[in-house]
């Protein structure tokens, strides 16, 4: 395999963002609140110089260079996130029993899945908040926003997987929650 000597990238970092780096660890302020990320299991030098931030690796085969641009698209996610949020839209499917959710402080609970007695609850991680859309602007909705698209995705992925339809045809049985949008919290010009 042939290696490169130096390989890297730059991110333009947004005007009303601002951005430390150190040892490996970059935290982004931004107007809707602080995040933090260490990429530290990554084998890549990351430098803030003037406005930009700069990912360089040295010695770097082809699989391992890919990762530069991995690690600039999480720090552009989390530019994203502290200037203008992530917001995603979920919907209830369901064909007879009607899906019952509630949303109770730091917990959301699914109930008559299918029928069924048992409640499904889903711990909701510090930073994302749930609600539900009032039934005459949209029936059967709940909405996730947070700052961290991480948090907010693995938060509608638990939620789905809770609601996976177990030991039936899923061909026919169709129930579940499913994300129906996925967008910002400000709208973006």
């Known amino acids: 395999m042939v290696k490169a000597i130096k390989s890297g990238e730059t991110l333009a970092i947004p005007e009303d963002v601002t951005v430390t780096i150190k040892n490996k660890e970059v935290t982004v302020k931004g107007e809707r609140g602080t995040l933090s990320r260490a990429f530290k299991e990554v084998p890549i030098d990351l430098k803030v110089v003037g406005d930009e931030i700069t990912a360089e ?33 979920m919907r209830f499917a369901y064909a007879h029993f009607p899906v019952g959710v509630t949303v109770d402080g730091n917990e959301i609970q699914v109930r008559n899945f299918l029928g069924e007695k048992r409640v499904r609850r889903v711990t909701l991680p510090e930073g994302v908040k749930a609600s539900r859309t009032e039934a005459s602007v949209m029936k059967d909705e709940l909405v996730l926003e947070g700052n961290s698209i991480t948090e907010v995705s693995i938060t509608a992925s638990q939620l789905h997987g809770v609601c996976l339809v177990k030991k039936k ?9 499913y994300v129906s949008e996925k967008t910002t919290i400000k709208e973006v010009l």
């Open 57 to 89: 690796m040295w010695w770097g085969k082809k699989l391992t260079t890919s990762t530069i641009k991995s690690v600039l698209s999480h720090i552009r996610n989390m530019f994203t996130g502290v200037t203008v949020g992530y917001k995603y839209k």
């Open 169 to 177: 045809d899923i061909r026919k049985f169709l129930d579940g929650i």
